[in-house]
T-cell receptor, first 114, second 109 residues
Framework: DTGVSQDPRHKITKRGQNVTFRCDPI?????LYWYRQTLGQGPEFLTY????????KSRLLSDRFSAERPKGSFSTLEIQRTEQGDSAMYLC????????????FGSGTRLTVV | TQLLEQSPQFLSIQEGENLTVYCNSS?????LQWYRQEPGEGPVLLVT?????EVKKLKRLTFQFGDARKDSSLHITAAQTGDTGLYLC?????????FGAGTTVTVRA
């Protein structure tokens, strides 16, 4: 297992279009997280899955955002009707049950809404 | 809103010099993690500190966790150009991390 994979690495979309990102976590990790990072800021928590259950969603995750993790494996994050303010790096991470071991982050998907 | 304040925001030093970056919070966290992030990549975990007063050393990097578990520092001895990057601290309560805005470190050859 080579780590957390995210696809695509870059996405440019027109305002109003829908986009979907994929994350493949480390196979032994049952916890999966989505974070968003804008320029000059640290990552901000969006949502968290334990296996296939989505256990928390941030207030940052408006109704236009939806995340799934079918069968507790890969996860997708969809943004509907994109806005310019959605432009950011979307980071996926996974961890073991014992979170003190730390997260493993993917390389992220850079979204630009034009 | 970032719960963790990191200082300085930017730091530029010559190769071979030492540097220290700081992370302060008004909240107590059960653990604190330090990550390094390079442009266009995700953060990479450097260390997790759990116990107040804890000091951890990783080669040229020394991490301290304050006694009250509200502040931390990262000290790099004899910096190398490969230490260049964005250093992020993150406080943890259970599964969720709250990140600071980071310190951008540039080590000049």
């Amino acid at each position: 297992d080579t780590g957390v994979s995210q696809d695509p690495r870059h996405k440019i979309t027109k305002r109003g279009q829908n986009v979907t990102f994929r994350c493949d976590p480390i196979s032994e990790h049952n916890r999966l997280y989505w974070y968003r990072q804008t320029l000059g800021q640290g990552p901000e928590f969006l949502t968290y899955f334990q296996n296939e259950a989505q256990l928390e969603k941030s207030r940052l995750l408006s109704d236009r955002f939806s995340a799934e993790r079918p069968k507790g494996s890969f996860s997708t994050l969809e943004i509907q009707r994109t806005e310019q303010g959605d432009s950011a790096m979307y980071l996926c991470a996974s961890s073991l049950e014992r979170w003190t071991y730390g997260y493993t982050f993917g390389s992220g998907t850079r979204l630009t809404v034009v | 809103t970032q719960l963790l304040e990191q200082s300085p925001q930017f730091l530029s030093i010559q190769e071979g010099e030492n540097l220290t970056v700081y992370c302060n919070s008004s909240s107590v966290f059960s653990s604190l993690q330090w990550y390094r992030q390079e442009p266009g990549e995700g953060p990479v975990l450097l260390v997790t500190v759990v116990t107040g007063g804890e000091v951890k050393k990783l080669k040229r990097l020394t991490f301290q966790f304050g006694d009250a578990r509200k502040d931390s520092s990262l000290h790099i001895t004899a910096a190398q150009t490969g230490d260049t990057g964005l250093y992020l601290c993150a406080g943890s309560d259970d599964y969720k991390l709250s990140f600071g805005a980071g310190t951008t470190v540039t080590v000049r050859a």
